[in-house]
Every structure is written in structure tokens, then in C-alpha cells.
T-cell receptor, first 110, second 115 residues
Framework: QKEVEQNSGPLSVPEGAIASLNCTYS??????FFWYRQYSGKSPELIMS????GDKEDGRFTAQLNKASQYVSLLIRDSQPSDSATYLC??????????FGSGTKLNVKP | GAVVSQHPSRVICKSGTSVKIECRSL??????MFWYRQFPKQSLMLMAT?????????EQGVEKDKFLINHASLTLSTLTVTSAHPEDSSFYIC???????????FGPGTRLLVL
């Protein structure tokens, strides 16, 4: 079983819609969770981090964490074509070691 | 803030030669730096973790004698691919984190092509 699992996609949504990206993790003691965006041929860039159960909003992005279900998600409101990228979920296992999911490719169609 | 640079951005070398990649934290002190490798259409693979002034910790399956990592200062880590072979061709990305913080900030990556 992989430490962090994501659906590889592609996830296609029309411009203006809400894109929902999901991630599950296996290590129950994980405390820190991150979403990164990676454009093709580029390195990952941090979108947001979340540490507590519940929702955390930053602009058009909302991260949701449910530690009981070992589940973290990212919602992108009012999706734009420029949001088309691969989204990586990362989990820190308390030993300063990140585990990355394989990423979900998002296509936002104009 | 939290800018990480890498040099070179792209390098082509002949098989059997060595290549050095630099990773610098420009506006913060990076107590820990990480080196990743990413093959096309695959996710990031952690190669090693380095702390300033100490030996790097390599992930299972990564040859420490082939991938030499030096973290001599709080703003600079280097990865040297020794005796490179075509199968080492990949996208090498470093990241850095500040003391007390868990967030990793990524450099722009170095694309290595070994002929």
C-alpha cells in the first residue's frame, strides 16, 4: 500500500466550475499535509498546507482535512484554464519526511 | 520569500562524466535540503535528505557513492552525479525547509540528459 494515494485523472472540469481533488494517506500519525501544483516541465509550487481537521481557505482554494478518515482534499472554485496542472498531495510523517502522491492531472476546459 | 534556486537549469553531458547541481536558498537559511528525481509522467522520488554540516541520509535504492550530496552551508547544497549514464537522465529537483518549519520550498529543477 502506498503512503499517499491519489487518483491520477485526468479530471476534466469546465471553466468556472469547482474542481475537487482527493488524497488518502496510510500513516495515521501524520500531522502535516500539503498541496502542491506542478505544471508540465516545471517543479512543484506550494498551494497550501493544512494541519487541523476541517477546512482552510485561501482565495479560490480550500483544503479539507479529516484525520479520522485519513483523507485530505483540495477544492478549487471558479476553475480557470490556468489551473490546468498536476496537483500533488504531500504528507509529513513527523520525521520531516514527505511522502508525495503520484498526482492528479486537472484539465480546465474553456 | 522562501525562494530556492538551482543551477544549472539544464545540462547535457557524455556518459561517464560527472555533473554537479547546485541548490541555493536565497532568502532564508535552510537547515534541511531534499533532493528528488522525477522521470517523465511519474511522481517525485525522494533521493536523499541533507542537514547542514552532516552526512546526507539516502533513501533505499539510491547509491550514495553515485549521487554525492554536500550541504556545506545553510544556503547551499550540491548534488554530484558521478559517472553518469543515460539511465540517470531525469529531472532533478531540490527543496529546502527552514528550521522549525515543515513546509518544503522547491527549486526550479535541473534537467539532465546523459548521452
Amino acid at each position: 500500500q502506498k503512503e499517499v494515494e491519489q487518483n491520477s485523472g485526468p479530471l476534466s472540469v469546465p471553466e468556472g466550475a469547482i474542481a475537487s481533488l482527493n488524497c488518502t494517506y496510510s500513516d495515521r500519525v501524520s500531522q502535516s499535509f500539503f498541496w502542491y501544483r506542478q505544471y508540465s516541465g516545471k517543479s512543484p509550487e506550494l498551494i497550501m498546507s493544512i494541519y487541523s481537521n476541517g477546512d482552510k481557505e485561501d482565495g479560490r482554494f480550500t483544503a479539507q482535512l479529516n484525520k479520522a478518515s485519513q483523507y485530505v482534499s483540495l477544492l478549487i472554485r471558479d476553475s480557470q484554464p490556468s489551473d490546468s496542472a498536476t496537483y500533488l498531495c504531500a504528507v509529513n510523517n513527523n520525521f520531516n519526511k514527505f511522502y508525495f502522491g503520484s498526482g492528479t492531472k486537472l484539465n480546465v476546459k474553456p | 520569500g522562501a525562494v530556492v534556486s538551482q543551477h544549472p537549469s539544464r545540462v547535457i553531458c557524455k556518459s561517464g562524466t560527472s555533473v554537479k547541481i547546485e541548490c541555493r536558498s536565497l532568502d532564508f537559511q535552510a537547515t534541511t535540503m531534499f533532493w528528488y528525481r522525477q522521470f517523465p509522467k511519474q511522481s517525485l522520488m525522494l533521493m536523499a535528505t541533507s542537514n547542514e554540516g552532516s552526512k546526507a541520509t539516502y533513501e533505499q535504492g539510491v547509491e550514495k557513492d553515485k549521487f554525492l550530496i554536500n550541504h556545506a552551508s545553510l544556503t547551499l547544497s550540491t548534488l554530484t552525479v558521478t559517472s553518469a549514464h543515460p539511465e540517470d537522465s531525469s529531472f532533478y529537483i531540490c527543496s529546502a525547509s527552514q528550521g522549525g518549519e515543515e513546509t518544503q520550498y522547491f527549486g526550479p529543477g535541473t534537467r539532465l540528459l546523459v548521452l
